[in-house]
């Protein structure tokens, strides 16, 4: 009889062959690996779970109809490392489950699957312009200047609550530990929609992380929710544990929670002034790693580092 992931194979390359694509192609698809999909169609090597259950996600109806599923599904909004491991997403599965039944969610997750199947593929993604325009805006309507720091731990968004870890009843102490422990730098946050319009929701937050990542992590869920972002499904498969994930959207969350926190206008002139990356951060409030990746994304890394250039003599 063949196992799970045989039967996922021979069902992978079908689909992928009928519907006239290369491995590279399905590679950009689903979000898995070049490397690892030619491995697991030449019978080499298997995909991690979060892999499989990506893959799952791409075959739709045909993994039914070749006798694969997901089991204890839930669909959250995830921060946390691609390859995340089972043990990490089992707990925090867990957790989800527990936190929905104390915020007094009852409808399950069903909804959220039909949701998903009809918004399937519909994701969008937002250009640079877009992106620095929905930070301004949000900035704007906090009432913020240009040059202030915000500390995003501190902004009420309407129906969300923000749960740090250690503050919830939902996790026993092992569990406690090893997420905050061992599992801590897999995964930084958790939103878990409470109705079928995902009009409320709780954030499980890391607060084992520094200040300055929490304060990125919290504005990444906020963007996720605001900008109505697809669900991650999270499950059990295959008798381990995965999720869906996102390239795109998770992109655009997180280069908004940067813009967030470092204005454009406040980056140029600090670049511009020749002021030091950590010097910047702590204006802000931010990592100086953070500041970076904003300078570069600003296309103005060349001026921060102060590579000078001139035309040679004919």
Not at 39 to 48: A, F, H, I, L
Not at 113 to 126: F, K, M, P
Not at 144 to 163: N, W
Not at 221 to 227: A, G
Request: proline content about 3%; some cysteine.
């Amino acid at each position: 009889m063949p196992s799970f992931e045989e039967k996922l194979v021979q069902a992978v390359r079908r689909k992928r062959e009928t519907e006239g694509l290369s491995i590279r192609a399905l590679s950009a698809v689903v979000g898995v690996s070049f490397s690892t999909l030619a491995r697991m169609e030449r019978g080499e090597g298997q995909p991690d779970n979060n892999s499989k259950i990506r893959l799952l996600q791409w075959l739709g109806a045909e993994a039914e109809d070749a006798g694969l599923g997901f089991d204890n599904v839930a669909f959250v909004h995830f921060r946390a490392g691609r390859n995340i491991r089972s043990s990490t997403v089992d707990a925090l599965l867990g957790a989800a489950v527990c936190l929905r039944r104390e915020m007094g969610a009852k409808d399950g997750w069903k909804h959220q699957e039909d949701r998903e199947d009809r918004a399937s593929g519909d994701g969008v993604s937002l250009s640079k312009e877009e992106l620095e325009e929905t930070a301004e805006r949000f900035r704007s309507d906090l009432g913020l200047a240009h040059d202030d720091a915000l500390d995003s731990l501190r902004i009420d968004v309407e129906g969300v609550q923000v749960v740090p870890i250690a503050k919830t009843t939902c996790i026993d102490t092992t569990t406690m530990g090893e997420l905050r422990g061992n599992a801590g730098s897999e995964w930084s946050a958790m939103s878990i929609p409470l109705d079928p319009e995902n009009e409320n929701w709780v954030v499980l937050l890391n607060d084992g992380h520094t200040v300055e990542r929490q304060r990125v992590t919290v504005l990444e869920e906020y963007w996720h929710i605001l900008l109505g972002h697809k669900l991650t499904k999270i499950a059990r498969v295959a008798e381990a544990f995965g999720r869906t994930y996102d390239a795109a959207e998770e992109h655009d969350a997180y280069y908004l929670a940067s813009a967030t926190l470092l204005p454009k206008i406040a980056i140029v002139n600090a670049v511009n002034k020749k002021r030091s990356s950590e010097d910047i951060a702590r204006t802000f409030g931010t990592s100086p790693e953070l500041v970076e990746y904003r300078i570069k994304r600003l296309g103005m890394w060349r001026e921060h580092a102060g590579k000078q250039i001139k035309l040679a003599p004919e």
